[in-house]
Every structure is written in structure tokens, then in C-alpha cells.
């Protein structure tokens, strides 16, 4: 693999009560930031009900982002297969990927919310498999040259074809895993990448170590290859010079984000409200779901997840609001000015040529001296009265 890439999935998850339109131009600004720190990747979800995550139509606003920036990745996070014709999706994805130059990714996913599901019509026990066959469509799609046919139960192809095709000559394709194994099994079955959701959650961490071998069995399965380059986890993270400073811009929001998104909205299995605020996030941190503390704390914090999961191509920042927008801010500005180039080995090169310097600097600037002191000495040999 290549050196470690740096994404932010913005799912979004704002707290109610905030303007939505504000919402939506403060994400897209935070896309233009994220692009001006060198960040590689942006991935922005799909969901249509609860509240907090309000952009359900994912590709219209990497639309929006792609016209305010230059270079990083617009990824769909994810566009739930189920509920959309896979002719849409693929031809929603080529346009965007024109959009912005070439900078498309399509992150699928089965949907993640029971409500969205509900909205739809849709059974959850057949999403899984609704996604399958929505992304056999849409691969021989954006790959074929030839028009397709195909017949579901739930959608039909007659002579499909797309008359325009992406910009990318081989447009990444991603499925997104949390617990079960049906991510892997689809990575594997196609050849595609995979984005792993959940793993700052207890099950996904514990998760992180087997998930890679359920993508191999399968990819072995089917004839086909995947690489680890193409894996991305993703992680929440919060930096400050001071460790301190961090968890206390960090202990409200998280402790709030808890109550009313994972407790009293999603009812999540297993999930109690918490009076302590600082108790829920040291232990959130302590068994790794989420990155809080120095830059040095992220460097140590990224080798540890490197190592528990055997290696993957890109770490992904889940967005948040557990700080206040300045500290967010901030935060992304020190990752990217101190966490990322050291992870990626950028900065063992200028500090060898200072430590180079350093061995000889005093015989460098002496014979710098001892040049400057010869041309003088000629140019009063040669000009005495000037």
C-alpha cells in the first residue's frame, strides 16, 4: 500500500434546532476547508428521516461542493441501493463525476436508518439483498459497453445503457460494512472497495481484525481481487495542543450527541442515558473509539488502529459537533498540519536535512565566512578608494 490518505465523512449529524440552510452552507464550507488542508476525501450520507442527519440526496450536494473546490474526492456516503432505480444512481454518479472533473466516488450502502426504510416501503430484511442486485445493475453499467437488460421484483432494465460515462476510466466503487459480513461479502463478490462505519463503536472495533478475511474468502469465491488500499475506516477525532484543553471542547458535545441521537432517538441496542459526560468520553477513548487529545496522542492513536486491523488505504474523520465550530476548526487544522504528514512519513525528509545541517553547521559557517572575507579582501585589493 501507498502512504495512509485522509478522508471526513460528514453524515451529517447536526443536533436539532439549527437553521437547515444554514446547515447544509456551513457543511459545504467545511468541504472547501477540508480541500485547502489537503484532505483527500469528502463523503457525505443519504438519509430522510431522524433529524439530525438532514442531506438525503447526497449526489446534489457533492454537486454544490464540487464547483467550490479543486482536488479532493467527493464520495456518496452512502447512497442506500435499496431505495432508488440503479439506473439513477448511475447515471446521478456519471454526472456528478463530470461535475467535478473526475472526482466522484459511489459509496453504496443497504440504508442504515429502519425509519428511512419505512419511508420507502421497503422490508429491512430485504435490503441487503435489494443491494446486491442494485449493484450488479449499476457496475455493468458504468463498466459496460454494451446495453444491459435485467428484471427484478422491484426494478427492470430494458436495453439500458448510459450515453454518457464517467470522466474516471475506472470510477471507485465503494460498499460500506458495520457489523455483519454483507459489506465484505459484496467488496469481495465485485472486486470494490469498502468503507467500515461502525467502527468506532465497540462491535465494529472488535469487528476490525476479522472483517478484512470475510472480503478475501469472498473475493477468492468470485475470481476476483481486493486490495486493503481500497479499505477505509472510519474514526471521530478531536486534537488541541493541550490533552486537556481537547477533552474538555469535546466532553458536552459528545455527551449530548450520546443522549439524543444514540439513546433517545436511534434507540441503539444496548444504550443508557449518561449524567457524566467525562466518564462516557474517556471511555470512549479508551477503548478506541475515538481519537481525543494531542497530535502526538492521533499519531500513537492511528499506528494502534493501523495495527488492530492489519492495515487499511484511508482513515475517515467522522464529522460531529461535539465542539464548538472554532474548536472544529481548529482541530482539522492541526490534524492536517501535524498529524498527517507525520503518518504519511513527509516530514522524516526535512528533518534529516536539519539534523544533516546540524552535524557540520559550525564548519559550513565558517567556511561561509571565511568566502565572504576573501571577496572582500579582493575587492579592496582591486578597488582601494571605492
Given at each position: 500500500m501507498g502512504r495512509l490518505r485522509f478522508g471526513v465523512f460528514i453524515a451529517p449529524h447536526h443536533p436539532v434546532g439549527e437553521h437547515p440552510t444554514l446547515q447544509f452552507e456551513r457543511d459545504l464550507q467545511l468541504i472547501e476547508h477540508f480541500d485547502q488542508l489537503g484532505y483527500d476525501e469528502a463523503w457525505v450520507g443519504e438519509h430522510h428521516s431522524g433529524g439530525w442527519e438532514t442531506i438525503g440526496h447526497p449526489e446534489q450536494f457533492l454537486a454544490a461542493a464540487a464547483?467550490?473546490?479543486?482536488?479532493?474526492?467527493?464520495?456518496?456516503g452512502v447512497v442506500s441501493l435499496p431505495y432508488h432505480h440503479p439506473y439513477n444512481v448511475a447515471g446521478r454518479i456519471t454526472l456528478l463525476d463530470h461535475l467535478s472533473r473526475g472526482r466522484a466516488i459511489l459509496g453504496t450502502g443497504p440504508g442504515a436508518l429502519p425509519s428511512d426504510a419505512r419511508t420507502y416501503g421497503v422490508d429491512p430484511v430485504?435490503?441487503?439483498?435489494?443491494?446486491?442486485?442494485?449493484?450488479?445493475?449499476?457496475?455493468?453499467?458504468?463498466?459496460?459497453?454494451?446495453?444491459?437488460?435485467?428484471?427484478?421484483?422491484?426494478?427492470?432494465?430494458?436495453?439500458?445503457?448510459l450515453q454518457v460515462k464517467p470522466v474516471q476510466e475506472d470510477l471507485e466503487v465503494v460498499a460500506a460494512v458495520s457489523i455483519s459480513p454483507s459489506g465484505m461479502k459484496l467488496a469481495g463478490k465485485y472486486g470494490i472497495g469498502v468503507i467500515s462505519v461502525a467502527s468506532f463503536s465497540e462491535e465494529g472495533l472488535t469487528a476490525l481484525p476479522t472483517q478484512w478475511g470475510w472480503a478475501e474468502t469472498y473475493a477468492q469465491e468470485h475470481g476476483q481481487q481486493v486490495s486493503r488500499d481500497r479499505w477505509r475506516v472510519m474514526m471521530p477525532f478531536h486534537v488541541h495542543e493541550d490533552r486537556q484543553r481537547a477533552f474538555d471542547e469535546v466532553y458536552?458535545?459528545?455527551?449530548?450527541?450520546?443522549n439524543e441521537y444514540n439513546v433517545e432517538t436511534l434507540a441503539r441496542p444496548g444504550s443508557e442515558r449518561t449524567d457524566n459526560p467525562?466518564?462516557?468520553?474517556?471511555?470512549?477513548?479508551?477503548?478506541?473509539?475515538?481519537?481525543?487529545?494531542?497530535?502526538?496522542?492521533?499519531?500513537?492513536?492511528?499506528?494502534?488502529?493501523?495495527?488492530?486491523?492489519?492495515g487499511f488505504g484511508t482513515l475517515v474523520g467522522f464529522m460531529h459537533d461535539w465542539a464548538p465550530q472554532d474548536a472544529m476548526l481548529r482541530s482539522y487544522d492541526l490534524f492536517a498540519r501535524y498529524v498527517i504528514?507525520?503518518?504519511?512519513?513527509?516530514?522524516?525528509?526535512?528533518?534529516?536535512?536539519r539534523d544533516l545541517l546540524r552535524q557540520d553547521n559550525a564548519t559550513l559557517m565558517a567556511g561561509a565566512s571565511q568566502g565572504v572575507l576573501k571577496a572582500i579582501r579582493e575587492h579592496n585589493a582591486t578597488h582601494p578608494r571605492s
Open positions: 464547483q467550490r473546490t479543486h482536488r479532493i474526492k467527493l464520495a456518496t430485504q435490503l441487503r439483498e435489494r443491494q446486491d442486485e442494485a449493484l450488479d445493475v449499476i457496475l455493468q453499467l458504468l463498466r459496460s459497453d454494451e446495453p444491459i437488460s435485467a428484471k427484478s421484483d422491484w426494478f427492470e432494465l430494458h436495453e439500458a445503457f458536552e458535545g459528545v455527551a449530548h450527541w450520546h467525562k466518564k462516557l468520553t474517556h471511555k470512549m477513548v479508551d477503548r478506541g473509539g475515538a481519537i481525543v487529545g494531542t497530535p502526538d496522542d492521533a499519531v500513537e492513536a492511528i499506528a494502534h488502529l493501523s495495527e488492530v486491523s492489519g504528514p507525520r503518518v504519511q512519513g513527509l516530514l522524516r525528509p526535512v528533518q534529516t536535512s
